[in-house]
């Protein structure tokens, strides 16, 4: 058989060379996966509202005006979402 030549395959063949792999199954009990979710929401939850403020204004206003909004703004997102304790 050449190289440009196609090779047939009886349907035995193909499905002797098919690999399936098996989808990992989930434990009827949840309560062995370690709990992360919390750890992953308040990381995700305070960089959403990082991403929400508008931190080089509030620094340059903070700068100008001589406050305090951008330290206060970041604490209040802090208090919102603590980060749970080890």
Do not use: C, H
């Amino acid at each position: 058989m050449s190289e440009n030549e196609i090779k047939e395959y009886s349907e035995e063949q193909v499905q002797e060379e098919v690999v399936v792999e098996e989808t990992p199954s989930v434990p009827e009990d949840l309560t062995s996966i370690p709990d992360q979710a919390p750890t992953l929401s308040w990381r995700t939850m305070r960089q959403g509202e990082y991403g929400d403020l508008n931190q080089f204004e509030l620094l340059s206003d903070d700068a100008i005006n001589g406050t305090n909004k951008y330290a206060e703004a970041i604490l209040a997102i802090k208090a919102k979402y603590p980060k749970p304790s080890e």
